[in-house]
């Protein structure tokens, strides 16, 4: 492990600082895993060595704390793309790149640094419009074609990063049928709309991203206020025979830095091979050193050896997540995972993300319901007690009431069921809780958590691991909320007995890491198999509505201890907003958690008519709110804007409300700040509005799109006449492919469907890259001439890219055996001006067939030809040229005619032996 910093790192102030407020607890908790980088970097094995486990101890917190400082630094990017860093946004010049500069740009790293970033696109005129934006989100991506390569098409993704302007620049895959996923990312938001629970959600979502990212394993992981991880929801192929579902996940897993790193990050993080290399960053400024540059918020930062090695005993390649949020917080990450390399364009990771934002806000307005119903329950117990407490003469007496009745203070924190106040050296309680002495130990156990929580509640759900004599009590007292009251000098206690379950471990937690003691190496757990583990002796968790609700409780403890109580005590105190009026709509009570929401002090609200704080909107709710309430009944509630905020802060001031009658004739109106509610609706609008810019992109990138604007994948498409016989739809084939015809499932058109076997065109010397890239030329081509490229997908066992086109009438060759071997002069005639005229339009595109032959010329009902299935460059030699197109679709028409001779005869035979351009020939017919 590194003992020090290197000085570069110490200068990163705003980083430094970052990381000091990670809290000593939570460092702790940094994933074991992710621990030592230098390990790997010096070639350490991959296995642990042996006897290594026998010797092996956990990091500590200071190694966690220490490493935490170098993952957005690593000095690498991955190797799917090329990185740039520019410096200012002017000169647009190229201070630092990774070294693979190779894959779009033709040179070297060293001779692409110092140049401007424009100059290495064809379409520069894109980069230096988005440039001057000053927020680039309105132009990402940019799709644009590499100068140095021009049969790639590349996305351009800018961000601001602390030392300039990064440009991302990925391929566009022409497999990602974007148009097509927009669409079915709008129906699947939805969709979203048809549920009725947390758990409906997380399945909805689930399916409907796995259906347009095409993972193998999609799932959606939440992760408990504990820290500990689980699997809500989940869908696999068939390649996958492992499921994860209802696993839950070591807390290291998922360490707070990387929770806080998707909270604050773009969108999605992408791996796309996790078993390739990293790519060195060369810089040209000498006081740019690599590991200064910051790739937080790149989609090309580096994968860490130590998840491609996590990911390696998934069986999984290739990783997409996004960030599942709810009022700031981050409730768990949607995760696609695939068995092989598996890229996702920008434009895709937009429309999932926009599906996963409108997830977010369903999710943020769920649980807006049941906080709210949570606060308005608990007011209600809250004023019961008070008036109980209220109507005794002393404080020992007012105190013992808060156990007496039907409702006690146990009511306020659920899952409580028994308690115990410990105020001046006495006990006051209620159900069975231990002798005084052993809850004497409780509150010194605790003590010091409550420092290290800011003097917060601490709740723990096993009490008995830290203080032993609890053991003896588990079944009744097996988990403590304790909450300090007077500073500390006195102590609430909350109690929830035993609860024995069996959790489904991903792996065994007693192995979560194993660091050698000899040579401090960290290594990576290799076991995520099913691991049943009874607790027993451990309550419910303690969540965060728990901590809540025991602060509430607390203030009205404390305003007894104290001879304060008053009626409305315990709304003054809550720590959610509450107000209250009086009969004739006056503010009386505005407490501070009403304040921080709407910006407006109880000073500026007391006194005055609520009604005139609110937006004339937010008036009609409010007068039914109270009409409900002053008749005795509980409101339906609404959504009410304070007036006096500041405009500019999107949903600031804007609470979810619901009333209740209150003692002396008030109103009691509990509400929630939803102001993160609001965020993500901001979010979504903004991320759907990018779509419409995605939409308007795909005009001229997929002009030829399918009928129906549905995604094309094998399952779409079935086989015709037979779809469970495939030599029912055979057309033709050659060297590397075979034709198809078949059926769209959701069309109904019947289209093309050439299958090329990729390890025959890698064979032929095409690698899958260079297919793709041809095949998307081609789908961008629109001319008349040829028979339309609509599409293009990989099988679903990566063997075969699918070219879907048209179904345009019969080939020549059917032509001319359907005429009994040969075709008449006129008709050869009249084909021939059909296919020179074709060739002609398409050899002026800059497009050379090169294989030109009766099986690739499609004849229509009218006579008119089409040239179908232009090679990708795998069953001919690169060098072909478009004479030789003449030549060879001359000679075909030659062979149609027969020995009938005549001027086509003449002309064809001419044009087969001699080079002449399609223009010459068609001079040369006429």
């Known amino acids: 492990p590194r003992t020090s910093l290197p000085p570069a790192l110490l200068k990163r102030m705003p980083f430094k600082s970052e990381v000091a407020t990670l809290r000593a607890q939570g460092a702790a908790s940094l994933q074991h895993d992710f621990l030592v980088k230098d390990a790997y970097q010096r070639g350490a094995a991959k296995a642990p060595p042996p006897g290594a486990v026998a010797n092996h101890v956990t990091p500590t917190a200071a190694e966690s704390n220490e490493y935490s400082k170098y993952t957005n630094y690593p000095a690498q990017t991955a190797a799917h793309g090329v990185f740039f860093l520019m410096q200012d946004v002017k000169s647009q010049k190229i201070v630092a790149s990774s070294s693979n500069t190779s894959l779009f740009f033709g040179g070297s790293a060293e001779e692409v640094l110092g140049k401007k970033l424009s100059e290495l696109f064809v379409e520069s005129h894109r980069i230096d419009s988005a440039l001057k934006l000053t927020n680039f989100e309105a132009a990402n991506p940019i799709t644009v074609t590499p100068v140095g390569d021009s049969s790639a098409t590349v996305n351009v993704i800018l961000q601001r990063s602390p030392n300039g302007i990064t440009a991302d620049v990925e391929e566009l895959d022409p497999c990602e049928d974007f148009l097509a996923i927009n669409d079915a990312a709008r129906a699947a938001v939805g969709m979203l709309d048809t549920c009725g629970s947390v758990q409906e959600l997380c399945q909805q979502l689930t399916w409907d991203a796995f259906g347009i990212l095409g993972c193998d394993r999609m799932a959606v992981y939440h992760f408990h206020e504990d820290g500990v991880g689980e699997v809500l929801a989940e869908r696999r192929s068939k390649r996958v025979t492992n499921p994860f579902l209802g696993m839950s996940w070591f807390p290291t897993d998922f360490p707070p830095q990387t929770r806080h790193a998707f909270l604050t990050r773009a969108y999605a993080r992408m791996i796309v091979d996790a078993s390739e290399p990293a790519i060195d960053i060369v810089t040209a400024a000498p006081h740019l050193a690599p590991e200064d540059i910051c790739l937080k918020d790149s989609t090309l930062r580096a994968t860490h050896q130590c998840l491609a090695e996590q990911m390696a005993c998934w069986g999984h390649k290739a990783m997409i997540s996004f960030a599942l949020i709810a009022h700031g917080r981050l409730f768990g990450m949607l995760c696609g995972t695939h068995c092989s ?59 013992q009431s808060l156990f007496e009745g039907t409702s006690t203070l146990c009511d306020c924190v659920q899952g409580v069921k028994s308690a115990a106040i410990l105020h001046e050296g006495k006990v006051t309680s209620f159900g069975e809780v231990p002798p005084a002495d052993v809850l004497s130990k409780v509150v010194e156990g605790v003590k010091k958590l409550w420092v290290a929580n800011g003097m917060q509640p601490v709740g723990i759900p096993q009490v008995s691991l830290t203080i032993p004599e609890m053991s003896a009590y588990t079944s009744k007292n097996a988990g403590v909320m304790a909450v300090p009251l007077l500073g500390g000098n006195s102590t609430l206690l909350l109690f929830r007995p035993e609860t024995q379950k069996t959790v489904v471990w991903a792996g065994d937690p007693s192995k979560i890491a194993i660091k050698d003691r000899a040579t401090g190496l960290v290594y990576p757990r290799k076991d995520y198999a099913e691991t049943p583990v009874k607790q027993f002796g451990r309550s419910t968790d303690w969540v965060r509505a728990d901590e809540v609700a025991a602060v509430s409780l607390a203030s009205l403890v404390v305003a007894i201890l104290q001879d304060k109580l008053g009626s409305k005590t315990a709304l003054e105190a809550a720590p959610f907003p509450v107000m209250t009026t009086d009969k004739g709509g006056n503010v009386t009570v505005w407490n501070e958690s009403v304040a921080q929401a709407t910006g407006v002090s109880a000073t500026e609200a007391v006194g005055k008519l609520l009604g005139t704080l609110v937006t004339p909107k937010s008036q009609e709710v409010l007068q039914n709110l109270l009409i409900q309430a002053n008749q005795g009944a509980l409101s339906a509630g609404g959504e009410v804007c304070v007036t006096q905020k500041e405009k500019g802060e999107e949903g600031k001031g804007v609470l979810s409300v619901k009333g209740m009658p209150w003692t002396d004739g008030d109103v009691a109106i509990v509400g929630l700040d939803i102001a993160g509610t609001y965020s993500a609706e901001a979010n979504f609008k903004r991320l759907s509005a990018q779509l419409g810019h995605v939409d308007r992109t795909g005009g001229f990138l997929r002009p030829n799109n399918m009928v129906v604007n549905v995604q094309a994948m094998e399952d779409n498409f079935e086989y015709f006449p037979d779809k469970s016989d495939s030599s029912s739809a055979f057309l033709r084939e050659d060297g590397v492919s075979k034709t198809y015809l078949m059926v769209h499932k959701k069309d109904g058109v019947l289209y093309a469907v050439r299958k090329i076997n990729v390890k025959k065109a890698d064979r032929a010397g095409l690698s899958l890259v260079a297919l793709k890239r041809a095949v998307f030329r081609l789908m961008r081509l629109t001319d008349s001439s040829l028979v339309r490229y609509r599409a293009c997908f990989s099988g679903s066992d990566g063997k075969n890219l699918c070219v879907v086109t048209n179904f345009e009438g019969i080939t020549l060759k059917q032509a001319v055996e359907d005429a009994g071997g040969t075709l008449s002069e006129e008709v050869v005639l009249e084909y021939a001006r059909s296919v020179f005229q074709a060739l002609d339009r398409l050899h002026s595109k800059g497009v050379v067939h090169g294989a030109l032959s009766s099986v690739r010329m499609v004849v229509l009902e009218d006579g008119e030809v089409k040239i179908a299935d232009i090679p990708l460059r795998c069953d001919t030699t690169p060098e072909v040229t478009a004479e030789e197109d003449v030549k060879a679709a001359a000679a075909v028409l030659l062979k149609a005619l027969g020995e009938k001779g005549g001027k086509a005869g003449t002309v064809l035979t001419s044009l087969a032996a001699s080079p002449s351009s399609a223009a010459q020939a068609l001079a040369q017919l006429a």
Not at 392 to 397: E, F, L, N, Q, W
């Open 341 to 399: 390399a598996k890229p996702v364009s920008f434009q895709t990771r937009l429309a999932v993300g926009a599906l996963v934002q409108g997830f977010n806000l369903r999710l943020s307005r769920m649980m807006d319901r049941q906080v709210l119903a949570g606060n308005e329950n608990l007011t209600k117990v809250l004023g019961l007690l008070s008036q109980r407490a209220l109507g005794k003469a002393d404080g020992a007496s007012k105190l």
